[in-house]
């Protein structure tokens, strides 16, 4: 049998709409690579906490942005990421990191960076791959196949993320996201948008299954109008 032509699926979304769980499913049962773009922007932050770099100086965060080698893994069954060949998928997602990564990602140094890095993970997916962040569709990959927009209420966001935090309330959940949200929306280059082509799914009153499975179908739907 012929198999299906490549197909580049672009996530993007603020936090806690659902974009790493249902880009992995997707992935997984399209039998497509999987890029979860936040953790590269984590990595680099935990490596800048880690070597002392000032996080309030972007000039300091530009010196250094090209120091630290990433390597992300793409599958979607057991995706990993490490730093100088050191495993950081744990440590990228303490507080201290989350807290951090907004002003790091901001620094377009980083981001030039960053981005080549996916352009170049994206174009080596023989089979295809689903790439989930912030300005994918707008930015990284303009001429994705599909792109996807997902959308949640700040109250649902919140208890999804805090429901997977021990002993964290919703409360202050919400208001770090919503702090984390706007940074992301208003810094210059290359902020968390909404690409004109995206298709916008709202995934407040949907379940997981549900929004995998919708987005599964129009993956489907364009790779048979192909
Ligand atoms: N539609 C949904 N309904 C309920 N919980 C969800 C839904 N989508 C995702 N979740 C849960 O919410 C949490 C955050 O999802 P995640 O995929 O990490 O979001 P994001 O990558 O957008 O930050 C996870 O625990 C996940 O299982
Ligand atoms: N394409 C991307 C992906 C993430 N970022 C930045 C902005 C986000 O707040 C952080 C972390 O992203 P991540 O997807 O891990 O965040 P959450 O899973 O939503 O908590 O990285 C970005 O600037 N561009």
């Given at each position: 049998?012929?198999?299906?032509?490549?197909?580049?699926?672009?996530?993007?979304?603020?936090?806690?709409?659902?974009?790493?769980?249902?880009?992995?499913?997707?992935?997984?049962?399209?039998?497509?690579?999987?890029?979860?773009?936040?953790?590269?922007?984590?990595?680099?932050?935990?490596?800048?906490?880690?070597?002392?770099?000032?996080?309030?100086?972007?000039?300091?965060?530009?010196?250094?942005?090209?120091?630290?080698?990433?390597?992300?893994?793409?599958?979607?069954?057991?995706?990993?990421?490490?730093?100088?060949?050191?495993?950081?998928?744990?440590?990228?997602?303490?507080?201290?990191?989350?807290?951090?990564?907004?002003?790091?990602?901001?620094?377009?140094?980083?981001?030039?960076?960053?981005?080549?890095?996916?352009?170049?993970?994206?174009?080596?997916?023989?089979?295809?791959?689903?790439?989930?962040?912030?300005?994918?569709?707008?930015?990284?990959?303009?001429?994705?196949?599909?792109?996807?927009?997902?959308?949640?209420?700040?109250?649902?966001?919140?208890?999804?993320?805090?429901?997977?935090?021990?002993?964290?309330?919703?409360?202050?959940?919400r208001e770090a996201l919503i702090k984390r949200d706007a940074a992301d929306s208003s810094r210059k280059t290359s902020p968390?948008?909404?690409?004109?082509?995206?298709?916008?799914?709202?995934?407040?009153?949907?379940?997981?299954?549900?929004?995998?499975?919708?987005?599964?179908?129009?993956?489907?739907?364009?790779?048979?109008?192909?």
């Open positions: 049998m012929e198999s299906p032509t490549p197909v580049i699926v672009a996530i993007d979304g603020p936090s806690g709409t659902g974009k790493s769980s249902t880009s992995k499913a997707v992935a997984a049962q399209l039998g497509l690579s999987y890029l979860d773009t936040g953790a590269q922007y984590r990595a680099i932050t935990w490596w800048m906490v880690s070597n002392g770099i000032d996080i309030d100086d972007p000039a300091a965060i530009a010196a250094a942005a090209g120091k630290p080698e990433i390597v992300s893994g793409t599958d979607p069954q057991g995706p990993t990421i490490t730093v100088d060949g050191v495993d950081v998928a744990g440590p990228i997602r303490t507080q201290e990191v989350t807290s951090k990564v907004s002003a790091v990602s901001a620094v377009s140094d980083v981001r030039a960076r960053i981005t080549e890095l996916q352009r170049t993970i994206a174009a080596s997916a023989q089979d295809g791959i689903v790439v989930e962040g912030r300005d994918i569709g707008t930015t990284v990959l303009p001429d994705a196949d599909l792109k996807i927009f997902l959308t949640a209420s700040p109250e649902a966001r919140a208890a999804r993320r805090s429901g997977e935090v021990k002993g964290s309330d919703v409360h202050s959940t968390l948008a909404k690409a004109g082509d995206a298709v916008e799914v709202d995934t407040t009153e949907l379940t997981l299954a549900q929004v995998i499975e919708c987005v599964v179908t129009l993956v489907e739907e364009k790779r048979a109008g192909k």
